[in-house]
């Protein structure tokens, strides 16, 4: 069989809130574009998780090909590092993913798949850590036609269908569909394995194949935005803390609770 | 009716009315005015009593009702398959949603199908000639972003963001039924074991202390539940110690958890990041321990304790105790 994993390359949100933090982050001239060349480009965490769930299907005996895919200029790093994880294919489609939005991604990666002949699952990130959007998976399940199921713990097989564990406000919620499917991972999966060394190494030479839009079938027109983003800035935070003294943690502790209760908030 | 700005709803929350029906009516009333369209709410599956008097306390001009039998449980397949002869019956311009759980699915489906644009985490929208500007959230929080949609779009928001406001004057809603049947709708994910739901809810708590990487070990954040439990309040956490098992992830806080809004929120050990805050500055009392006086929480933080909250948290429970 073939699972097909959707990646994206992202910038470290983690980067990206240390500036917000100390007001440092630059927006480009564009006003919208997160301009410095010192955050890393990562792939997407809940990504990593994707293809941590896919090899942990092949661990548990299912005959597949893990092929991720994905869209962006140049991903090779981050391609590399999912060849390392152990995926057998990696492919890129070259495009600017800032020029998309989540139908011509969607598009893409549908003509993606069928240009593989088809996948027997498909695995995303619940989100994607820059835009937080969460809709590619959903837009994508439409235009193949296939199930989608959101925000899983765990994913296994048995027989011609899926059975995942999602994570739901109400708690675990266990649910079956027929192969193909498209199912989207949450951190609940746990930690993605660390490639080996030997692996890292190997994957070092691994260059991923191309798959431009034309190969694909797709022309300018198929990859035109509904939605665009004109404009970025960053979040105001208030910031009128008041701090409650005191010679030890006793004292801290009553003197908040005792301004809590004189407030009413307790 | 082409054109209309749309609420549209399927679920029920606690007192019977969808979640954030208040709300986002509030945002799609401004955007009909502007647009000098219809602000119609469409309830998919059974409706409850009590939208006829929110409908019109909130200006709406239709109420349009689906109902089939395969709306009972208001699975996504029947769901999106209804939103879908709506938009092609009524051709809305706008269709809101609160973005619930569910809606983060049907949503982009809906949009899909009816080849409309899509945006979710807004906390905003404003009317353009040639369409809208949705301001959302991006990277947890920390940046906002504008998008411009062109043609029909659908658009999650997030209701705790904005507030809700009755009209000036009340409408007398038009109640109208839509034909819908649903009978060749499979619902292709089948439910095995449903989730149930083990006591009381972090979303609906009104007082919650939540711990997290700063408690140093596991069993530390027992301290956390003590301080909780004296307050009569629940046990929340940052992702990390979820991660890490201290907890079970229906504590996590934050952008992928629980979006809380309590009256009181104690963050013991937490760092602020925005991925954490999404989920609890709606809080009316933020207040934040913690032992580096730069840490990022003391921003979003009312009342703010620079110390070591493995010291500080027992000697808030023994306070509280205490009195
Ligand atoms: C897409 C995405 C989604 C995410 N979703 C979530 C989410 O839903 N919820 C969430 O919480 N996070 C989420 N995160 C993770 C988030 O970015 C942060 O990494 C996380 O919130 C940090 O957790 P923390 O504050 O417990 O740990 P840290 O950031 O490690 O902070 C620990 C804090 O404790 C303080 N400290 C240390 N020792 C003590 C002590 N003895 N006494 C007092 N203070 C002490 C430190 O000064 C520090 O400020 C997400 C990240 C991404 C990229
Ligand atoms: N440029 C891309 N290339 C490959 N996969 C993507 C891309 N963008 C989004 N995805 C997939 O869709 C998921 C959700 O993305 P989003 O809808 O942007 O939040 C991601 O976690 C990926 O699995």
């Known amino acids: 069989m073939r699972i097909i994993i959707c990646v994206k390359e992202v910038l470290d949100p983690d980067a990206v809130d240390n500036y917000v933090l100390h007001g440092k982050l630059e927006i480009g001239a564009d006003g919208k574009t997160l301009t410095q060349t010192s955050i890393p ?7 990593e998780q994707a293809i941590e769930a896919a090899l942990r299907l092949r661990d548990a005996g299912a005959e597949c090909v893990v092929d991720v895919v994905c869209i962006a200029a140049d991903p090779t790093a981050i391609l590399r590092h999912a060849a390392a994880m152990g995926a057998d294919e990696i492919t890129t489609v070259p495009v600017d993913a800032a020029s998309l939005d989540g139908h011509a991604v969607a598009r893409i990666l549908a003509a993606y798949v069928k240009s593989k002949g088809g996948a027997d699952l498909i695995l ?5 850590s820059d835009d937080d959007q969460g809709v590619v998976p959903a837009l994508l399940g439409e235009l193949l036609d296939l199930p989608v199921i959101t925000i899983a713990r765990s994913v296994t097989l048995e027989g011609g269908a899926v059975r995942v564990v999602r994570v739901t406000p109400n708690g675990d919620e266990v649910v079956e569909a027929t192969l193909p499917a498209i199912v989207t991972i949450s951190n609940e999966l746990g930690t993605p394995r660390y490639p080996t060394t030997m692996r890292t190494m190997k994957a070092r030479r691994l260059n991923p194949e191309q798959a431009p839009l034309a190969a694909l079938g797709l022309g300018e027109s198929d990859v035109a935005p509904l939605v665009r983003m004109t404009r970025q800035y960053v979040s105001s935070v208030q910031g009128n803390c008041r701090f409650i003294d005191g010679a030890t943690a006793a004292d801290q502790a009553a003197a908040l609770i005792g301004e809590l209760r004189s407030q009413r908030v307790l | 009716m082409a054109n209309a700005v749309v609420f549209c709803s399927f679920d029920r929350g606690k007192d019977g009315l ?6 986002v009516l509030t945002l799609g009333r401004k955007l009909a005015a502007e647009r000098g369209v219809d602000l119609d709410w469409v309830v998919l599956g059974p409706m409850s009593e009590a939208v006829a008097a929110t409908a019109s306390k909130l200006g709406v001009a239709h109420i349009d009702h689906m109902d089939d039998p395969a709306l009972a449980e208001l699975r996504p397949e029947a769901v999106i398959a209804a939103v879908h002869v709506y938009c ?12 619930t759980f569910d809606a983060r699915l049907v ?45 029909p779009a659908v658009v999650g928001v997030v209701a705790d963001s904005l507030l809700a406001e009755a009209a000036a004057v009340p409408s007398a809603p038009e109640s109208r039924s839509i034909a819908v049947d649903l009978a060749g709708v499979q619902e292709r994910v089948r439910v095995v074991q449903k989730a149930v739901t083990e006591g009381p809810r972090l979303e609906e708590a009104q007082i919650i202390v939540a711990g997290g990487r700063g408690l140093q070990e596991a069993q530390n954040y027992r301290l956390v539940e003590d301080l909780a439990a004296a307050l ?18 229906s504590h996590q806080v934050g952008l992928t958890g629980k979006i809380t809004r309590p009256v009181l929120y104690i963050a013991a050990g937490i760092s602020g990041a925005s991925q954490h805050m999404v989920g609890c500055t709606a809080a009316k009392t933020l207040v934040a321990i913690n032992k580096d006086p730069g840490a990022a929480i003391f921003k979003y933080a009312q009342y703010g304790i620079v110390g070591d909250c493995l010291e500080v948290l027992p000697e808030l429970t023994k306070a509280v105790k205490g009195a």
């Open chain 2, 107 to 151: 949503a982009p489906r809906a949009a899909a199908r009816n080849g409309a644009g899509v945006v979710m985490n807004a906390v905003g929208i404003a009317s353009k000639s040639d369409g809208i500007t949705v301001t959302a959230t991006a990277y947890g929080g920390d940046t906002r972003v504008e998008y411009d949609v062109a043609g």
């Open chain 2, 18 to 23: 969808p979640a954030g029906a208040e709300e």
């Open chain 1, 41 to 47: 480009r990562l792939m997407n965490a809940y990504d």
């Open chain 2, 88 to 99: 092609r019956q009524a051709s809305p311009g706008l269709v809101l949603m609160t973005q």
């Open chain 2, 232 to 249: 009569g309040g629940m046990a929340g956490a940052s992702r990390p110690i979820v991660d890490d098992g201290w907890t079970d992830s």
């Open chain 1, 124 to 128: 995303c990130g619940r989100q994607a």
